[in-house]
């Protein structure tokens, strides 16, 4: 089973950026549906965007379309989400997913990282 390790949280201000990236150890991460999710204090744990192990298809939670972008390379074991125009809402720990299927990866990953700390003050 594939290990994950996000790096990447901090604390911004409202409309800069930030961009997260996710080491995979242990797997075949050029073979793996990767994901990225999010959990904001008291709230459930939300899919953000994924995308499939070729790298061509990407999906996105409508409340960062046009703002994030899910990114990987496979040469680096390594999963990217580039934030922009940041929202306190955004404020969240974010986690990053492997799994097979980008249907399947929304609700029933393989693997999880252990979450990086998202901040966006206003």
């Known amino acids: 089973q594939v290990q994950l390790v996000e790096s990447g949280g901090g604390l911004v201000q409202a409309g800069e950026s930030l961009k997260l990236s996710c080491a995979a150890s242990g797997g075949t991460f050029s073979s793996y549906d990767m994901a990225w999710f999010r959990q904001g204090s008291g709230k459930e744990r939300e899919f953000v965007a994924s995308?499939?192990?070729?790298?061509?298809?990407?999906y996105y939670t409508d409340s960062v379309k046009g703002r994030f972008t899910i990114s990987r390379d496979s040469a680096k074991s390594t999963l990217y989400l580039e934030m922009n125009s940041l929202k306190p809402e955004d404020t969240a720990v974010y986690y990053c997913?492997?799994?097979?299927?980008?249907?399947?990866?929304?609700?029933?990953?393989?693997?999880w990282g252990q979450g990086t700390q998202v901040t966006v003050s206003s």
């Open positions: 995308i499939s192990w070729t790298g061509v298809n990407t």
């Open positions: 997913a492997a799994g097979t299927g980008l249907y399947t990866i929304r609700t029933s990953p393989d693997s």
